[in-house]
T-cell receptor
Framework: KNQVEQSPQSLIILEGKNCTLQCNYTVSPFSNLRWYKQDTGRGPVSLTIMTFSENTKSNGRYTATLDADTKQSSLHITASQLSDSASYICVVSLFGNEKLTFGTGTRLTIIP | DAGVIQSPRHEVTEMGQEVTLRCKPISGHDYLFWYRQTMMRGLELLIYFNNNVPIDDSGMPEDRFSAKMPNASFSTLKIQPSEPRDSAVYFC???????????FGPGTRLLVL
């Protein structure tokens, strides 16, 4: 069964610190992996999309890595800001029909 | 562009009533997606359209749910009759292609009493 698991479920860090969120998946064959940021009460916003041939992609202070061999991805946030408080959702698509499998997300809270 | 527009933003209704959610995708996007999000199940894809044609509706929970896209700038998701377990946030998203970034609307928060 195709699954996407994220860890930790929730995380609290001090403003200015770095953090890393994890995503493990069993989706196969794999097409691409996406990270979304979802602020409370709003729709998800895309941060990165990576295909199997990419192993890192950055978007400002957000850097996603992908290891297609071990089926693992991480999202690293550098110098966190209060506005980074949100849920981060990992989404993996199936090669061929691009069917999406969603992780349940990591709830990140940045405290001053 | 104003982004994906959804209406209403909030809907409270009684069990058994018909509910219609509306979506206007970003102009030029060929794909439109309907999602449901709950605390228990997270984000789930219900159905998506390509050029106004439903492609995959395997995520639609049951016959009480139906979706239409009469033209490139409008789609509806209808629940009839509604049940309390349908309470959730319903998102509409659109994209140029199936593999590119999907842009989400603000969502409709539905509460069925």
């Amino acid at each position: 069964k195709n699954q996407v698991e994220q860890s930790p479920q929730s995380l609290i860090i001090l403003e200015g610190k770095n953090c890393t969120l994890q995503c493990n998946y069993t989706v196969s064959p794999f097409s691409n992996l996406r990270w979304y940021k979802q602020d409370t009460g709003r729709g998800p916003v895309s941060l990165t999309i990576m295909t199997f041939s990419e192993n890192t992609k950055s978007n400002g202070r957000y850097t996603a890595t992908l290891d297609a061999d071990t089926k693992q991805s991480s999202l690293h946030i550098t110098a966190s800001q209060l506005s980074d408080s949100a849920s981060y959702i990992c989404v993996v698509s199936l090669f061929g029909n691009e069917k999406l499998t969603f992780g349940t997300g990591t709830r990140l809270t940045i405290i001053p | 562009d104003a982004g994906v527009i959804q209406s209403p933003r909030h809907e409270v209704t009684e069990m058994g009533q018909e509910v219609t959610l509306r979506c206007k995708p970003i102009s030029g996007h060929d794909y439109l997606f309907w999602y449901r999000q709950t605390m228990m199940r997270g984000l789930e894809l219900l159905i998506y359209f390509n050029n106004n044609v439903p492609i995959d509706d395997s995520g639609m929970p049951e016959d009480r749910f139906s979706a239409k896209m009469p033209n490139a700038s409008f789609s509806t998701l209808k629940i009839q009759p509604s049940e309390p377990r349908d309470s959730a946030v319903y998102f509409c998203a659109s994209s140029f292609t199936l593999v590119e970034t999907q842009y989400f609307g603000p969502g409709t928060r539905l509460l069925v009493l």
